[in-house]
Structure formats: structure tokens, C-alpha cells
T-cell receptor, first 112, second 112 residues
Framework: GENVEQHPSTLSVQEGDSAVIKCTYS??????FPWYKQELGKRPQLIID?????GEKKDQRIAVTLNKTAKHFSLHITETQPEDSAVYFC???????????FGSGTRLQVQP | DAGVTQSPTHLIKTRGQQVTLRCSPK?????VSWYQQALGQGPQFIFQ???????QRGNFPDRFSGHQFPNYSSELNVNALLLGDSALYLC???????????FGSGTQLSVL
């Protein structure tokens, strides 16, 4: 089955700096890669996703890149703000399969 | 537009008991997935329901079972509770054929 590894487990940045979270996946058949943000005590919220036919996708301060050859994808947050502080999860799934396999999460802390 | 709703929000049970958790999907969604999130970990896929049938199952024992009703709502049942079943149980809904998952706030289950 699919295995998703995520690092770092914790990340502390100063407000205004950039943050990068990296994930690797094992199954070359995976073709959908979402990122979720989970604030303390709240539901995971989809913040951005990318499919395997695209190498990069941006949405305001958030971007995701995908390297299919190396089987890794990354989340980039620019101009970080204190409200970006949360746990971020990457995930992967295959077309036609219904389960998301999640990474273990990255706790991002943005220091004001 | 109501999002994914789950009940109850918190539940305390003792070992050996049985529990039922409930989920109502986001309006317009017909597919419900259940995930278990242990403290400090990413969500793990339990199973998915579509058209009132279990379509895919993760690596969970038969003690975990589910149901989907004609109105697309769903239940997760866990029998013979173990201490290790203590976790946040998340329901996610989607439209069949669309990978985007929308999560509920979860049910925090504590087994004593």
C-alpha cells in the first residue's frame, strides 16, 4: 500500500518568512495530492491540492510543487502570518481508489 | 450551506462496550468516508460508503463496521472497545468521482 512520509515534524518561523513542508510517497500510481490544515481542536481543512498532470499550483500565499520522478511534493507558504500556525498534513491517493493516505503532520508555529 | 456534521462531539466508554458515531454529509455530497486520528498522528482511513455499500476498507478489524442511509448520512460502529480505540474519529464527505474531501469536526472517543 501507499506510504507517505512528511518532514519536518515541527517548524518555527518568524512572521513574514517562508515555510516549506516536504512529503514523499511510495506508490508511483498515486496521482492526487491534497494538503490539509488542522488548527487545534478543529477539523482538517483542504487548503490546496494538485494532480499528477501538473507540476505546480499556486493560491495566493500558498503553493504546492510535485516531482513525479522523485515521488515528492512540497507545500510552500510565503509571507507567513500568526494565523498560519497549525498542523499541516499532506496526503496521497490513486485515481479510482477512495482512500487518502496521510503523512504524520507538521506543526508550524509562526512567531510574531 | 451546512458542512459535514458529526455527533456526538465527545464520548467516554469503557473497555468491551460498543459505540455508534454519526455523520451527516455536506449538502450535495453522496459519499462518506471515516478516518481515525490518534493523538499526534495523521488520519487513517477506515472505510468509505457510497450507495449504501462499503466500497473500500482500510486496515481495521471487523469490530469496525458502518452503514449508510438513503439520505447519505452514515454511522460508524465499533464493538468490543479497546483502550487503543481512543482517538478522534473523523467523517469526510465528497461527491462520487471527485477526490476533494471535506471533513467534519470529529468525535473524540475516550475508552477507559
Amino acid at each position: 500500500g501507499e506510504n507517505v512520509e512528511q518532514h519536518p515534524s515541527t517548524l518555527s518561523v518568524q512572521e513574514g518568512d517562508s515555510a516549506v513542508i516536504k512529503c514523499t510517497y511510495s506508490d508511483s500510481a498515486s496521482n492526487y495530492f491534497p494538503w490539509y490544515k488542522q488548527e487545534l481542536g478543529k477539523r482538517p481543512q483542504l487548503i490546496i491540492d494538485i494532480r499528477s498532470n501538473v507540476g505546480e499550483k499556486k493560491d495566493q500565499r500558498i503553493a504546492v510543487t510535485l516531482n513525479k520522478t522523485a515521488k515528492h511534493f512540497s507545500l510552500h507558504i510565503t509571507e507567513t502570518q500568526p494565523e498560519d500556525s497549525a498542523v499541516y498534513f499532506c496526503a496521497a491517493s490513486q485515481r479510482g481508489r477512495r482512500a487518502l493516505t496521510f503523512g504524520s503532520g507538521t506543526r508550524l508555529q509562526v512567531q510574531p | 450551506d451546512a458542512g459535514v456534521t458529526q455527533s456526538p462531539t465527545h464520548l467516554i466508554k469503557t473497555r468491551g462496550q460498543q459505540v455508534t458515531l454519526r455523520c451527516s454529509p455536506k449538502s450535495g455530497h453522496d459519499t462518506v468516508s471515516w478516518y481515525q486520528q490518534a493523538l499526534g498522528q495523521g488520519p487513517q482511513f477506515i472505510f468509505q460508503y457510497y450507495e449504501e455499500e462499503e466500497r473500500q476498507r482500510g486496515n481495521f478489524p471487523d469490530r469496525f463496521s458502518g452503514h449508510q442511509f438513503p439520505n447519505y448520512s452514515s454511522e460508524l460502529n465499533v464493538n468490543a472497545l479497546l483502550l487503543g480505540d481512543s482517538a478522534l474519529y473523523l467523517c469526510a464527505s465528497s461527491r462520487q468521482g471527485n477526490e476533494k474531501l471535506f471533513f467534519g469536526s470529529g468525535t473524540q472517543l475516550s475508552v477507559l
